[in-house]
């Protein structure tokens, strides 16, 4: 009888030294150590067992069985690396392509504007988003104790440097080293004290347009911005101004594109009016010619703003200015 447990023994240890992998493995554990395996079989023998070797008989049968399960661990442990590698150079896995990158949504609306302005001959101007109190301010007909210091919530770096509110302060920088005819737009990036919401961010986009000559007219304003609409959005896209204020425009207006979803009949987009409103324009205002040191009774001119990030809102049809910042692959990658 104790013998059949030795025979056990002899016949695991020669079966587990020809095991290659891990089928073989669980065939083995289920030849020995399966419910109808040669171990459970053996202790059925149990009863039959005389008395006098019962003990060491059950003793021997369950440290051979402990023993078998140490030995397939093992193997099975030393297998999991060997199976590793093997996977690590299969070499008939498909490749990986690694990700491709996109152009960010606010950059390809950006290129869009300019190369539409480009076209009609507007040189594409830059400035610092660290910009002086009278760049900023002052030059623009924006004294220190003007009620339209308010209108922009400024964050200040000192009394005398502020984060650019806005992107007027290049009109000034180009005038000051550029002689009229003027014709330009500077895009870039913008600051206010803004708490974040889904149209509000401490940090937007803005255009700068700018155009000096003689003889410059709210008219040719007018014709800009209608050209500048129907190339951005389609030819049915109508435009209108209304009058508003600005402390280095006058007159100054605020222009509206009619709704690019429902083409002016009123949607949830446009809040049922029709209409979405783009930015401010206006006649540059003589005190912000001569702060520039320009000749404000042979020069007129027109200026205006333009919201990169809500352009691009509306031509992807974003209702959130915060997805542009967050870096979320998800929505970027739907560019
Ligand atoms: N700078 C103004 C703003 O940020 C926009 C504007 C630009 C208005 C040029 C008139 C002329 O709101």
Not at 136 to 141: Q, R, S
Not at 193 to 206: G, L, M
Request: aromatic share 10%; with cysteine; glycine share 8%.
């Amino acid at each position: 009888m104790l013998q059949k447990i030795e025979d056990i023994k002899t016949h695991f240890e020669t079966e587990i030294n020809k095991v290659k992998d891990r089928s073989g493995l669980e065939e083995l554990r289920i030849k020995f150590l399966g419910r109808k395996g040669m171990i459970s079989n053996t202790f059925a023998l149990l009863s039959e067992v005389p008395a006098e070797i019962k003990p060491q008989f059950g003793q021997g049968l369950n440290q051979l069985k402990k023993a078998v399960e140490q030995k397939l661990k093992e193997t099975g442990a030393k297998m999991g690396k060997t199976d590793s590698k093997k996977a690590q150079l299969d070499l008939t896995l498909p490749g990986r392509s690694p990700g491709r990158g996109g152009r960010h949504p606010l950059l390809a609306v950006a290129d869009e504007i300019k190369s539409i302005f480009s076209a009609l001959g507007f040189s594409i101007e830059d400035g610092p988003e660290i910009e002086t109190d009278f760049y900023n301010f002052e030059a623009l007909n924006i004294p220190k104790s003007h009620p339209a210091r308010d209108m922009q919530d400024t964050l200040y770096i000192t009394e005398d440097i502020v984060l650019r509110t806005h992107t007027s302060p290049v009109q000034i920088r180009v005038m000051e080293k550029q002689k009229p005819p003027i014709r330009m737009i500077a895009p870039g990036r913008v600051y206010r004290r803004d708490t974040p919401d889904a149209s509000h961010s401490p940090f937007f986009h803005q255009v700068e347009g700018l155009v000096v000559g003689e003889d410059v007219s709210f008219a040719d304003l007018k014709g800009i911005i209608n050209a500048f609409a129907h190339r951005m959005f389609g030819s049915d896209i109508k435009v209108r101004f209304r009058p508003s204020f600005f402390p280095f425009t006058e007159p100054s207006a605020e222009y509206d594109f009619s709704c690019v979803f429902c083409h002016g009949k009123g949607c949830n987009v446009c809040k049922g009016t029709g209409w979405m409103e783009i930015s401010g324009a206006g006649m540059v205002h003589p005190n912000v010619f001569e702060a520039a040191g320009i000749d404000s009774e042979k020069y007129t001119g027109y200026a205006f703003g333009m919201g990169i990030d809500r352009i691009a809102m509306l031509k992807y049809n974003i209702n959130d200015i915060r997805l542009f910042f967050e870096n979320d692959l998800r929505f970027l990658n739907q560019f």
